[in-house]
């Protein structure tokens, strides 16, 4: 969340930073009062019973001001793409004194006390956060204890995370993780009691919670794994654990799983299971997330079994299906699959049921598909989005016959080309941001077109039955000829212009020079050059 005008920090470690963007200006957003967690003075609270203060906050970056901003305000004042460091206000000053002098207190008890074991286990769990039910499991105290020492003692040097009704604890800030840690608050005892506790749920299977019964504590879902990427070999065993993968995507989506598994293949790059667990996941992600994931019990594991064992990973394959059969409602279980995927295949976009015969890039990295149309209709022209892979493809129009040709020229529009059979030899330019719009005849080619392809200058290119054609989009000129039989075409840039790459029905390549179409313009060869050379 980027806030537009500081909240007081906990800390002056933390420095608050504003920016405002004067190149991406969006609409204003709305502006919601939030009231301050604590008051500044007397005992600990939770919430505060005075009146909120308003703050203007908001999800997007670089948002402009409201608009009922007052002009003489400081931010008004802001300077664009210019940071500032805001200082501590009063309040937020008061908030570090006394958790200094609660932490300072805390720490200077003796002995086997319980508040001291609470701030070690938490320490040692890097700051957690943890519930009051797992500091009950790690420290053996009583529950109401516990919770006396998370909303008494230390209610200033704590604070509360999470749902309201699922609050998890860490520290309030930074700074005081650092103290306890100076001062050696967490002895070895405290992670052996954390090892012993993950262990504990590692031999139930990572179970989640269900009609009513205790799933894994969330804490070994989203931060434990951070407190053991100095071990390679058990940061590999966890996250290759089929039944913490499965626990993991469940509670907390695939996204945050993969990235999860991403920086612990960082952490132990020797460990080929983090590398297999991630190629699964991976393949996966696009089914997984769907509302099945969380739903279903035996989905999880019955995708990444399905995915495994099409990437070879046997081993792997074997987990993943031992934890479906073990959950509540298996589902259907995979016996053998004749389909094999490769490890470098990062999602599915979707499928068109008739067929693909073509395909192109945007420049904004979406996907153009010339479909194969079925009998009595033609093929469709398709937009996919890898950013959103379970969303429906976007339809820009459909031909009278099969999309044989692809080509996208620098302006992001698209040009195809059609079949002879159906008499649709036609070159079509369509513009996918003004799909209703319908495209643009360029051409006509009775033979049909086969290829397509651009050149550097925006000029089509297209081959079919009757030769390559070039073709300037801004002209119904029917461009030039060469007779030559060609199945693929490709180019790139040279320093005279470009280069035509032609693929021939009988077989071979040959290598076409093709100067600019404004070549005899002043500076033309000058900007061919510098072409060239930002490619090289």
């Known amino acids: 969340m980027q806030l537009t005008q500081g909240i007081p920090s906990r800390s002056p470690a933390r420095d608050s930073r504003s920016r405002r963007g004067a190149s991406h200006q969006p609409p204003s957003g709305r502006s919601i009062s939030i009231p301050s967690s604590r008051a500044s003075t007397g005992a600990p609270q939770r919430t505060s019973s005075s009146t909120p203060r308003p703050r203007t906050v908001t999800s997007r970056l670089y948002p402009r001001l409201p608009d009922d901003v007052d002009p003489a305000h400081p931010l008004a004042a802001l300077a664009p793409d210019k940071l500032y460091t805001l200082p501590d206000s009063p309040h937020a000053a008061r908030l570090r004194e006394l958790a200094d002098q609660e932490v300072t207190q805390l720490l200077r008890r003796v002995g086997d006390d319980l508040a001291l074991d609470v701030l070690g286990m938490l320490t040692a769990?890097?700051?957690g956060p943890l519930a009051d039910a797992d500091l009950v499991t790690l420290t053996g105290g009583r529950p109401w204890k516990v919770r006396a020492i998370l909303d008494g003692e230390a209610a200033r040097t704590l604070q509360q995370v999470g749902p309201a009704d699922m609050p998890r604890y860490t520290f309030a800030h930074e700074t005081l993780l650092a103290r306890c840690q100076q001062y050696g608050v967490d002895d070895p005892g405290h992670a052996c009691r954390i090892e012993e506790w993950a262990a504990t749920w590692r031999d139930r299977g990572w179970p989640t919670a269900h009609d009513g019964k205790q799933g894994t504590p969330l804490y070994l879902l989203d931060r434990y794994p951070r407190t053991i990427y100095g071990d390679p070999l058990r940061l590999a065993a966890l996250a290759c654990d089929a039944g913490w993968v499965t626990a993991a995507i469940r509670t907390l989506g695939v996204d945050a799983v993969l990235a999860e598994l991403k920086t612990a293949g960082a952490a132990a790059p020797g460990e080929p299971r983090l590398a297999a667990m991630h190629a699964v996941v991976r393949g996966q992600a696009h089914h997984l997330r769907g509302r099945e994931a969380a739903d279903d019990p035996g989905f999880v594991p019955r995708q990444l079994c399905l995915q495994a064992t099409e990437l070879g990973e046997t081993l792997l394959a074997a987990d993943c299906q031992t934890r479906q059969l073990a959950s509540n409602d298996p589902g259907p279980v995979l016996q053998w699959t004749t389909r094999r995927a490769s490890p470098a295949l990062i999602l599915e976009l979707g499928c068109d049921e008739d067929g693909l015969e073509a395909m192109g890039v945007l420049p904004d990295g979406r996907v153009i598909t010339g479909g194969r149309g079925g009998y009595g209709y033609g093929g469709r022209v398709l937009v996919w989005d890898p950013a959103e892979p379970a969303a429906d493809p976007v339809e820009l129009g459909h031909r009278e016959g099969p999309v044989y040709a692809v080509a996208v020229l620098p302006d992001g529009r698209v040009v195809t080309g059609g079949g002879r059979s159906f008499g649709d030899g036609r070159v079509l330019v369509w513009d996918p941001g003004a799909a209703h719009r319908g495209p643009v005849e360029l051409g006509r080619d009775e033979d049909g077109v086969g290829a397509a392809a651009v050149l550097p200058d925006g000029r089509v290119v297209t081959s079919g039955g009757g030769g390559v054609r070039l073709r300037n989009v801004q002209s119904s000129?029917?461009?030039?000829?060469?007779?030559?039989?060609?199945?693929?075409?490709?180019?790139?840039?040279?320093?005279?212009?470009?280069?035509?790459?032609?693929?021939?029905?009988?077989?071979?390549?040959?290598?076409?020079?093709?100067?600019?179409?404004a070549q005899n313009t002043p500076g033309a060869r000058q900007r061919a050059d510098n072409a060239m050379h930002q490619q090289t």
């Open 477 to 517: 000129s029917p461009g030039t000829l060469l007779t030559c039989s060609a199945y693929a075409l490709a180019t790139s840039l040279s320093t005279s212009g470009a280069r035509l790459f032609i693929g021939h029905a009988a077989g071979g390549i040959s290598c076409w020079e093709v100067r600019p179409a």
């Open 125 to 127: 769990a890097r700051g």
